[in-house]
C-alpha cells in the first residue's frame, strides 16, 4: 500500500476528534517531543567522556571523566542560580494582555512602546542585552519547566568542550570555577542574544519586543542560528582557545626546537565510541531545537524536523569523508605514505556535525553536503594552525572542531539559507502577513544573512575572551590553573583521583614508585622507540625500506 500523507494526517486529526482530546494535546505533544530530544542531548555527556577518555594518555583518563560527569552537576547549579535567568529571563504577558491593541494607531497615538507596555509592562532596553528575571527559578511558571530542562541540557554541553581543551594539566579547582562562569554568565547572555523573542540579535523579535529600539530583526534578518553555532560551539571553542593558551602546553608536547611532538590518546576505541555517542546525541540536539513536532501555523511541522535530522546526518558522513581524504593527501604529500587516520576521520565527523548545526533547519540536503565537507576541511586547517603556527596544544581539536567550524556553520547559513525552509521556521517578515524574509546569498538573496552572521561571530568573540581570557589569567597568577610539573608528570590519576584507571595493569602509577605509566622499567614511549630503531636497523641489514 503506497504511503498517503493526507489520509495519515486525516486520520490522525479523526482519531483526536473521536477522542474529544483536549486543546492543550498538540502543545502537550510539543513539550514531549522536546523533553525527549533534552534527554539525547544530555546523553552526549556520555559521549564526551568517553571522547575525552580515549583521547588522553592513560594516566588521566579518571581525571578526564570526572570532569565530564561534574559538567553536569555543576551545570545543573549554575543554570539553576542564573544561567536560565540570563537567557530567558524576559517580561511575561500581564493578565490584561489579551484586551490590549495588536497594531499601532496614530489617531489615538498608540505606539509598538504602548501595545509592549500593555502587554508586558514597563521594560528597559537592557532587556536586550541580558535576561533579569527568574533567578533560581523563582516565579518561574511550571508550563515553562520543559524549556528551562532542555536549555539546561545545551548549557552544560558549551561548558564540556572546553575540558578537552586543557586536559592533563589544569587543576581541578580551576575546572569548578570556569565551569561555573561559562554557564552562569557567559554562555546565557549569547544564549538571550540569539534566542530571546528579546534579544538584539535574535531572528525571533517582532515589533512588540523590539519596541525599545529603533529596529526589529539585526539587519533585517536576525541570526539564523537553529541549534547553537554560536551560542554553544562558539562560546564553548572561544573559551577553550582563551584558556588553553593562558594554560600553555603539556610538558614535553614541543620539542626544543618548537617542532609539536605527538601525544597520542590511549584508546581510540574509546575516542571512537565518544564520536558515535555524540552523534546520536546531535538527532536531540538539531531536530530538538524545533521544540515542537506539531504546528497551527505550519502544515506538517514535522517535516522541518525530518529535513534537520537528515541534513545533520548528511553533515556528519560528508565531514568525516572529507577530513579523512585531506588528511590521507597531506600525509600523502609530506612523507610519501598513505595513512588512513581514524582519529582524524572521528574528528571529521564532529567538525561536520558542529558545521550543520547553525544552518540545519535552513539549507537543502545538498547544501549539507557541502556544508559538511567543507567543515572537514576547515577543522584540519584549524588543527594545523593551531598546532604548528599558534603552538597551542589541545588534546582534543576542541577549537578547532567548535570555534573554527562553528564560525563556518554562521558563514553557510548565510550562503546557503533557502527562502522557502526560513518561512517554516520563523514563518513571514515581522510586521507583515506574508512578507519573505532575507534568506542566503548563494539561493538568491541580497546578503542580510551573512552580515547578521558575521556581526554574531565579531560578538561571541569580542563577549568570551573579553571575560574569559582574564579570568584565565587570574587563575593563572594566584596559582589555582596548573599542576605542578611533578604531579603532570606522574598523572593526575594518581596524584589526586586514588590511583589508575586501569589498575589491573602492573604498573601503572599503582605501585608507589611514581613512575607513572611504567610497565616492565619501561614507559610506552621507551617501547616505541626501541621498536623505531629495530626498524631502521632491519631497514639497513635489507638494504630496503622497513616495513
Known sequence: MAFNETLVQELIDNAIAA?????????????????????????????????CAGSVRAKNAKNIILLNILDACFGCCAWYLTGWAFAYGDP??????????????????????????????????????????????SNLPRGSYWAWFFQFTFAATGATIISGAVAERCKFEAYMLYELMIVMFVYPVVAHWIWSPWGWLSALRN??????????????????????????????????????????????????AGNPVDMPGHNASLTLLGVFLLWFGWYGFNPGSATAIMSTTVPNFSKVVAAVAINTTVGAASGCIATLFIAMAYQYFTLGVVVWDLIIAGNGALAGLVAITGPCAFVQTWAAFIIGAIGGFVYFVSSKVNLSLLKIDDPLDAIAVHMGCGIWGLLAGGAFAAPGMVSDVYGPMPGTVDGQRNYGFIMGGNGAVLGAACMAILMVLVWTLAIMTPFFIILKK??????????????????????????????????????????????????????????????????????
Open 207 to 256: 515589533p512588540v519586543t523590539a519596541a525599545n529600539q529603533s529596529y526589529v530583526l539585526f539587519a533585517g534578518s536576525g541570526v539564523y542560528d537553529f541549534a547553537g553555532d554560536a551560542a554553544v560551539h562558539m562560546v564553548g571553542g572561544v573559551a577553550s582557545l582563551a584558556a588553553a593558551w593562558v594554560l600553555g602546553p603539556r610538558i614535553g608536547r614541543f620539542d626544543a
Open 92 to 137: 511575561l504577558t500581564t493578565a490584561d494582555a489579551a484586551n490590549c491593541p495588536t497594531e499601532p494607531d496614530e489617531v489615538n497615538g498608540v505606539t509598538w512602546k504602548d501595545i509592549q507596555t500593555c502587554t508586558y509592562g514597563e521594560t528597559g532596553p537592557s532587556q536586550a542585552f541580558i535576561g533579569n528575571r527568574f533567578f533560581a527559578m
Open 478 to 547: 594566584v596559582g589555582l590553573f596548573r599542576v605542578s610539573p611533578e604531579v603532570e608528570a606522574q598523572g593526575l590519576d594518581v596524584s589526586h583521583h586514588g590511583g589508575s584507571a586501569y589498575p589491573h595493569e602492573g604498573g601503572k602509577g599503582t605501585n608507589g614508585t611514581g613512575k607513572g605509566d611504567m610497565v616492565f622499567g619501561l614507559t610506552p614511549e621507551m617501547v616505541d622507540r626501541k621498536i623505531e630503531e629495530a626498524l631502521e636497523k632491519m631497514k639497513k641489514d635489507m638494504g630496503a625500506p622497513a616495513v
Open 19 to 51: 477522542q474529544g482530546l483536549p486543546e492543550a494535546f498538540p502543545t502537550d505533544i510539543n513539550n514531549v517531543f522536546t523533553l525527549q530530544s533534552g534527554y539525547l542531548v544530555f546523553f552526549m555527556q556520555a559521549g564526551f567522556a568517553m571522547l
